[in-house]
């Protein structure tokens, strides 16, 4: 993941957040993203544009599955990092609203965990659109607008999940937190899920796909607080196709 507008705080958390992705089974990318690689990403084309990409591992996992992946992100520290782990890779410094790239370039534009980072989601989008060939596809995964606007009051399963004030509206989230000796601060967007849904319905796309994944069962026995996520979903994914 990688903020693909807010250069200074994904710069300023650049090194944190290489060592929290990069822990084995340490954040939920490591159970959630295989939903999204099987049952959202289409099959590989002829390019692949990773908006967002941070430190590189959704490229390293689409490289992986055969896509040809063109990078980007504005922190020049997670780029780095991202390049030393797949020299193969191009990686570029770039804003996702206002992407470096001719029209129609790509037949697939993947952001995963990043719309929620830029501080214009639907300029990005419209830049996503741009970008791609008509058919061609926008595929993104973010926090789940549901659960963006609440917390649960604790770790149990069955604790309850608080909303202190509106699910509409664009607000504003930052957060800090520290888990096994890893920390990080996290600064972004949250968004009810019809500002998603009109800002794709504005750049042309259609939703092809939309899931809501449930953790699997690895991320239970290895996460038991994950149980609470049985109960309402931790992120949302969609496949919209350009008309």
Known sequence: MGDATGKSDWEAEAENWVRWARTPGFDAYWYYSPSFFDDIVPPPGKHTLDVGCGEGRVSRDLQARGHRVIGIDTSPTLLRYAREADPNTRYELANAASLPFKEASFDLVVAYNSLMDVSDMPGSVMEAARVLQPG??????????????GAF??????APFVIPGSYFGRRRFDGHFERDGLQMTFHGWMYPLGDYVAALEQAGFVIERLCEPAPNEEALRRRPSYRRW??????????????
């Open 136 to 149: 061609g596809h926008f595929c993104f995964c973010v926090t789940h607008p549901l659960a963006d606007a």
């Open 153 to 158: 009051a604790s770790a149990e399963p069955d």
């Open 230 to 243: 049985l109960r309402l979903p931790m992120f949302l994914q969609i496949r919209a196709v350009r008309r």
